[in-house]
């Protein structure tokens, strides 16, 4: 028996028709009828990543998941399978236990999934294994070997910022700071600085584009597998087509210029391809480029001290683990394996129980008082357990010298005292828009 269509029915209606039916189908399915149904957030994140998603792009994911946990409380459903954390225990249950990262993180695989670093491996023991072939150049007796280099960028950051002073130019903090951050790493790793304080300019536009990228890589994380067949694709690579990537060319560039360089240092990219030559089955040369991209990545966000660290965080996005098969209970409330789980930063240490009523309050004394003690175990800006930030020692040894180095020998005053301080957090915390007057102590 043959069916025609019923008259002014066509396909496309029925295919959207059903589409439409199916959409409505999953919603509904997380909605009511999932593990986390009766943890309350907001309506769109109960059945999508919407609300991730729009926040991301908005630029201040942080405040608005502090004042979602402030509303809700401890736990808050932010996706449709992610719950933010804020109770006491989840630092401990969720960064400290050894368990899965989200998918999320599989797109820090830069540029396409061939260039694998211990930040996109999601397995908890693997990125242990990939993590020590690269350990030894973070190290702090590695690091503490580039400390007059650290001081040659300070100086030459000093002098620039002496020359801006002369003819009263405002300075841009956030791009001078990120000058120096990009020169440090490429002390450390290539046994050359980019050049961006000899030359005070975003050499190839590296700083402004990669602005573009994290956005980017930030939000393709949530939709990894179809980043992985687009954009994250090795063919689309070769033809260069991966958003702003100048960072990756410049990177690529430093390689090959310390390939010329007769005057190479024992820097970090020296132990890596020490690396490549005594294991070349567990260390391959993808492995290689893909840590080296990391590391200029996250080194060169480098920004501010502890109790600044604490208020300001420079990473603003949930760090999420995956429940593991025995399922996790957490303040009493247990959660079943697959559910994702993020603890964010800035909800952590903003958390009036852990630091204290003045917790959204600028007070350094806070650690030297009896409490100081009790806080460690919420301070968490480099992150906590096995996934934390290698580059901790680096960002501490260069940001301490360089923060009190410009605080004892310059004046700093806001172009506009009225202004307050303006930045964008998508993955991590980025100012700008900031200029400030600059004169040298005790000058005329
Ligand atoms: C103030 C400075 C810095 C802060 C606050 C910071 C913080 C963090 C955080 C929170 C993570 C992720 C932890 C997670 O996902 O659980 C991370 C990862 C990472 N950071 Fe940093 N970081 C800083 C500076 C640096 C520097 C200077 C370097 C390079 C020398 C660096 C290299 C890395 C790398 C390679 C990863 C990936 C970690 C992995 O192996 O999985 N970071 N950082």
Same mark, same amino acid.
């Given at each position: 028996m043959f069916f025609g269509l019923a008259e002014g029915v066509s396909y496309p209606t029925i295919a959207a028709t059903l589409l439409f039916a199916y959409i409505l189908v999953v919603a509904i399915r997380r909605r009511y009828f999932s593990s986390i149904s009766d943890i309350p957030g907001p309506f769109v994140a109960s059945f999508s990543v919407l609300w991730e998603i729009w926040s991301i792009i908005g630029g201040h994911i942080e405040f608005k998941t502090i004042a979602l946990h402030e509303k809700l409380g401890y736990f808050v459903r932010i996706s449709h399978n992610e719950v933010s954390v804020s109770h006491p225990e989840g630092v401990r249950k969720i960064l400290l236990n050894p368990i899965r990262k989200a998918d999320w993180y599989k797109v820090m695989a830069l540029l396409d999934h061939r260039f694998q670093t211990p930040m996109s491996e999601v397995d908890p023991k693997m990125r242990v294994e990939r993590a020590k072939n690269v350990a030894a150049a973070y190290s702090l007796s590695h690091i503490i070997k580039f400390e007059p280099? +650290?001081?040659?960028?300070?100086?030459? @950051?000093?002098?620039?910022?002496?020359?801006?002073?002369?003819?009263?130019?405002? +300075?841009? !903090?956030?791009?001078?700071?990120?000058?120096?951050? !990009?020169?440090?790493? =490429?002390?450390?790793?290539?046994?050359?600085?980019? =050049?961006?304080?000899?030359? =005070?300019?975003? @050499?190839?536009?590296?700083?402004?584009?990669? %602005?573009?990228?994290?956005?980017y890589v930030t939000l393709a994380g949530f939709f990894y597998s179809f980043h992985k067949y687009t954009l994250g694709n090795p063919i689309v690579n070769k033809l260069n087509l991966m958003p702003q990537q100048h960072?990756?060319?410049?990177?690529?560039?430093?390689?090959?210029?310390?390939?010329?360089?007769?005057?190479?240092?024992?820097?970090?990219?020296?132990?890596?391809?020490?690396?490549?030559?005594?294991?070349?089955?567990?260390?391959?040369?993808?492995?290689?480029?893909?840590?080296?991209?990391?590391? +200029?990545?996250?080194?060169?966000?480098?920004?501010? #001290?502890?109790?600044?660290?604490?208020?300001?965080?420079?990473?603003?996005?949930? #760090?999420?683990?995956?429940?593991?098969?025995?399922? #996790?209970?957490?303040?009493? %409330?247990?959660?079943?394996?697959?559910?994702?789980?993020?603890?964010?930063?800035? +909800?952590?240490?903003?958390?009036?129980?852990?630091?204290?009523?003045?917790?959204?309050?600028?007070?350094?004394?806070?650690?030297?008082?009896?409490?100081?003690?009790?806080?460690?175990?919420?301070?968490?800006?480099?992150?906590?357990?096995?996934?934390?930030?290698?580059?901790?020692?680096?960002? %501490?040894?260069?940001?301490?010298?360089?923060?009190?180095?410009?605080?004892?020998?310059?004046?700093? %005053?806001?172009?506009?005292?009225?202004?307050?301080?303006?930045?964008?957090?998508?993955?991590?915390a980025v100012p700008y828009g900031w200029p400030c007057y600059v004169t040298r102590r005790g000058a005329l």
């Open positions: 280099y +650290v001081d040659g960028a300070i100086s030459l @950051l000093s002098k620039r910022l002496d020359e801006l002073a002369s003819v009263s130019k405002p +300075v841009e !903090f956030d791009k001078w700071f990120n000058y120096m951050a !990009f020169d440090v790493i =490429g002390e450390v790793t290539f046994s050359n600085a980019f =050049g961006f304080l000899e030359s =005070g300019k975003d @050499l190839g536009g590296s700083i402004a584009n990669s %602005r573009v990228l994290t956005l960072i990756f060319d410049t990177t690529k560039r430093a390689i090959q210029m310390r390939q010329k360089n007769p005057d190479v240092r024992n820097d970090m990219l020296s132990l890596w391809l020490q690396q490549l030559k005594e294991y070349p089955d567990r260390f391959k040369e993808n492995d290689m480029y893909g840590v080296v991209n990391a590391t +200029v990545g996250a080194g060169a966000d480098t920004a501010c #001290l502890k109790e600044t660290w604490r208020l300001h965080t420079p990473v603003a996005l949930g #760090l999420a683990r995956v429940v593991p098969k025995e399922g #996790l209970t957490i303040g009493g %409330r247990f959660f079943e394996p697959g559910t994702k789980l993020s603890i964010h930063q800035w +909800v952590i240490h903003r958390s009036k129980e852990s630091f204290g009523e003045d917790a959204n309050e600028f007070n350094p004394s806070r650690w030297l008082e009896p409490r100081g003690q009790a806080m460690e175990q919420y301070y968490i800006p480099f992150g906590a357990g096995y996934n934390s930030c290698p580059g901790r020692n680096l960002a %501490r040894l260069e940001v301490s010298k360089a923060a009190s180095t410009l605080v004892r020998d310059f004046d700093i %005053r806001q172009v506009d005292p009225k202004q307050s301080w303006t930045y964008e957090c998508h993955f991590t």
